[in-house]
């Protein structure tokens, strides 16, 4: 690449325009500093301040390189992809090292070392929000503008707003897990962070979706992939769940504390509403868009039926935007409303498993590369856990069947197997696919590294969930058991002195997957660093490039 770093393919004007919106920045940063210098959005402040230069500093070093390569525009914007692949990996290792830390702290509580900062309940919401929005976020960021690129034939609609969503977007996963180290949080699952976090992430998802918009505006493809219904579907409906979720009303500027303006049991249907559907549209639709889009090129094979991911997509977006309440049985939630939720979930899974099987039949023919490609064979047991996870979805959302497992580690095996089974797999598989791409490489590192970090990661899913779904059962089971004189037979001491042999299984399965990523990391490591480039051929670039050199467009890359 010609420039200075990643940086060389911006124009004078963009990075003037960069270190503008980084100065402002930082001034807001200095400002959050002053005012809560006694409170912990002052850290935020600095961190903000601190951030902020770091970037500056990468473009004013820039800015002494050679000038862009004009050609640049006849090519696709890969750079940004190339660094969302690395963040994508290290808030991965992060996420889960803090999750195998959090289940170890179930089976030996000594290893909160007696702080508050290491203690359960500060390091879960940052595992989740390391693991769903740092890993996932970055992951789906990544991989969309990738796919959109691809399947549009068109250059990203410009240089400057990949880079702003990218590090804007892991500029509130920083300030929202450090907040939960030092006891900032609305307490809200999946929406912990504080209401500052939340305005800067709705500037950022804003440009991201005005970028989307307007790249598919640019395409040279008279037809839009479903891949990318699925990415929109993700933004726009992610952006309405995040706004109405976190309607608050801060303490003061200086203070990171805010208060719901929703009360009673409507905050807990909000909340649920937005619970489930970030489960909707950031952990399903967003990484369907993925399934839809690497498991055809990965197998060289069409996707079995179009028409019914379309059907899919619509089925999923309707039904699931009416499920949260499930999340309600046996609360002051109008008891219509929790049926209503109820319902919908069982529905959903007619939708939900129209993908699964979608994805599966597409391997007819192709068993052969799945038993040979450990790639492959990450992309298909994802859609084997994606059937697995919403079959059990619709189970558990039954009022009976919920009875028994609601608060009980049932219901964390059961998330589990779609974040590590669905979600991380289908990642990884995708990463797989996309790194040699991106960066022309000939292969990946070792195809040996890869097969273990398949092993490694379906080891430690199945270890976890089975584990939980034990402890769960159990704990249920438990909880219900009466006396002949009708008091209860176990003590809540008596069920968790039975959970921990499953909650050392549950850490060591979650180790497990933890080293995965990790023999992941090196190997896309070594791929960009040791791999051969490909020989010269012929290389996909946008179709307007193709036009202007008077050339027949090929097939997308």
């Not at 660094?83 to 992060?94: E, K, Q, S």
């Not at 030996?108 to 500060?122: C, K, Q, V, Y």
């Not at 979805?393 to 059961?414: I, K």
Request: charged residues 10%; proline residues 4%.
């Amino acid at each position: 690449m010609r420039g200075s770093g990643f940086m060389g393919q911006l124009t004078t004007r963009e990075r003037d325009l960069a270190a503008a919106i980084l100065l402002v920045l930082a001034i807001v940063g200095i400002a959050m500093a002053a005012a809560g210098r006694f409170d912990p959005i002052g850290v935020h402040g600095a961190i903000v301040l601190l951030y902020s230069l770091g970037l500056l500093y990468l473009i004013m070093s820039s800015s002494f390189g050679p000038p862009p390569d004009p050609s640049r525009i006849s090519r696709y914007y890969d750079d940004p992809i190339k660094v969302g692949v690395w963040f994508t990996l290290l808030w991965a290792i992060f996420g889960m090292f803090i999750g195998v830390w959090a289940a170890a702290q179930l089976a030996w509580p000594s290893l909160n070392f007696d702080t508050a900062w290491a203690s359960f309940g500060r390091i879960r919401p940052a595992h989740t929000t390391g693991v769903i929005f740092g890993f996932g976020g970055n992951a789906l960021i990544t991989t969309s503008f990738h796919v959109v690129q691809r399947t549009s034939r068109a250059r990203l609609a410009d240089q400057l707003s990949p880079w702003f969503v990218l590090f804007g977007y892991n500029l509130f996963c920083i300030v929202a897990v450090t907040g939960y180290f030092m006891g900032v949080t609305q307490s809200k699952e999946y929406a912990e962070a504080e209401w500052y976090a939340d305005l800067w992430l709705v500037i950022v998802w804003v440009t991201y979706f005005v970028l989307y918009i307007r790249t598919l505006a640019r395409r040279r493809e008279p037809h839009i992939y479903v891949a990318n219904w699925y990415y929109l579907a993700f933004i726009v409906v992610v952006a309405i769940l995040h706004i109405i979720n976190n309607l608050t009303v801060p303490v003061s500027l200086g203070h990171a504390k805010s208060y719901t303006i929703w009360p009673g049991v409507q905050d807990s249907m909000v909340q649920w509403w937005y619970g489930h559907n970030a489960v909707a549209f950031f952990l399903t639709a967003g990484f369907l868009a993925m399934l839809y889009y690497y498991l055809p090129k990965r197998a060289e094979r069409p996707i079995f039926s179009y028409r019914l991911s379309i059907l899919s997509f619509w089925g999923i977006t309707f039904f699931y935007m009416w499920a949260g309440s499930h999340h309600l049985h046996y609360t002051a939630l109008p008891h219509w409303v929790q049926n209503l939720g109820m319902t919908f979930s069982v529905m959903l899974l007619v939708p939900s498993w129209a993908s699964a099987g979608n994805a599966l039949l597409t391997l007819n023919g192709a068993w052969h590369k799945v038993r040979d490609d450990a790639t492959l064979r990450f992309i298909m047991m994802a859609a084997f856990f994606y059937g697995l996870s919403t079959f059990e979805g619709s189970f558990l959302a039954v009022r009976p069947v919920n009875s028994l497992s609601h608060y009980t580690d049932w219901t964390v095996g059961h998330v589990h197997a779609g974040a590590l089974g669905w979600v991380a797999l289908i990642t990884y598989g995708s990463l797989y696919t996309l790194v040699p791409a991106i960066w022309k490489r000939e292969r990946m590192y070792s195809a040996a590294l890869v097969e273990v970090h398949f092993w490694l990661a379906f080891a430690g899913t199945v270890i976890y969930v089975f584990a939980m779904w034990n402890s769960g059962i159990i704990q249920g089971l438990m909880w219900r058991t009466y006396t002949g004189e009708g008091t209860l037979a176990y003590s809540f001491v008596d069920s968790l002195v039975a959970m921990y042999p499953y909650y050392i299984a549950r850490a060591f399965g979650g180790l497990l997957f933890l080293i995965g990523a990790v023999v992941a990391t090196y190997n896309i490591w070594m791929t960009v660093r040791g791999v051969p480039a490909l020989a010269e051929r012929h290389e996909d670039v946008p179709v307007a490039a193709h036009l202007a050199d008077g050339a027949a467009t090929g097939p997308a890359e």
